[in-house]
């Protein structure tokens, strides 16, 4: 059982950034892929990004190519979602998630073992 604590939304006027980070109350995610979502008012969870638990391989949403970075810290107590060009459409809940064993597709909720409570990040046109 992992307790995963997001942190780092807030409000931030349209083409600003963020940085969300990912952290697990009490044991390392070194062990673990994780990936991020997000979900706005009215709308399901979406996929935004995932890392695998060496880093090595990364995917990205088409709605956030090129303008989020994903990113584990070497001591792999930390994943960052590094935002960018922020616009009002990425106004959302950001979570993070944890997977034990990799399961397909890394895209899927159902993928994932462990949720985070999430962290509100809106954007203002």
């Known amino acids: 059982q992992v307790h995963l604590v997001e942190s780092g939304g807030g409000l931030v006027q349209a083409g600003g950034s963020l940085r969300l980070s990912c952290a697990a109350s009490?044991?390392?995610?070194?062990?673990?892929?994780m990936g991020w979502f997000r979900q706005a008012p009215g709308k399901e969870r979406e996929f935004v990004s995932y890392?695998?638990?060496?880093?090595?391989?990364?995917y990205y949403s088409d709605s956030v190519q090129g303008r989020f970075t994903v990113s584990r810290d070497d001591a792999g107590n930390t994943v960052y979602l590094q935002t960018g060009s922020l616009k009002p459409a990425d106004t959302a809940v950001y979570y993070c998630a944890a997977m034990e064993s990799l399961r397909l597709p890394v895209q899927f909720m159902g993928s994932y073992d462990y949720w985070g409570q999430g962290t509100q990040v809106t954007v203002s046109a």
């Open positions: 009490s044991r390392t995610l070194r062990t673990y892929n």
């Open positions: 890392i695998s638990r060496s880093g090595s391989t990364i």
